[in-house]
């Protein structure tokens, strides 16, 4: 069993920057994956950035490529979302994922942190 506990969301303007934060306890593995998705009002849960735990080694979806940067704090056992240059379109509730390797949909995935919700102004 692992449990992730999420905080940083917020209201901010467009072109802000927000830093998501994930800690994970429990039963953890060392060879692991974290993500982030995003899921909008109405939309699919969309994967956003994901990070191999030993090796380090990142993945981007196209949207936020340069924008956003997924980093891990190994003796907190926390993953961040930095969130640079906000857009509208970026707002959605983010979920941290934790699974056993880096996949873009949601489904391999085996737990999930309860959300935070993030909101970008126009």
């Known amino acids: 069993q692992v449990q992730l506990v999420e905080s940083g969301g917020g209201l901010v303007q467009a072109g802000g920057s927000l830093r998501l934060s994930c800690a994970a306890s429990?039963?953890?593995?060392?060879?692991?994956?974290m993500a982030w998705f995003g899921q909008a009002p109405g939309k699919e849960r969309e994967f956003v950035a994901a990070?191999?735990?030993?090796?380090?080694?990142?993945l981007y979806a196209d949207s936020v490529k340069g924008r956003f940067t997924i980093s891990r704090d190994n003796a907190k056992n926390t993953v961040y979302l930095q969130m640079n240059s906000l857009n509208p379109e970026d707002t959605a509730v983010y979920y941290c994922?934790?699974?056993?390797?880096?996949?873009?949909?949601?489904?391999?995935?085996?737990?999930w942190g309860q959300g935070t919700q993030v909101t970008v102004s126009s």
């Open positions: 990070i191999r735990w030993i090796r380090g080694s990142t």
């Open positions: 429990g039963r953890t593995f060392s060879r692991h994956a």
């Open positions: 994922a934790y699974g056993l390797a880096i996949v873009i949909t949601p489904d391999p995935y085996d737990y």
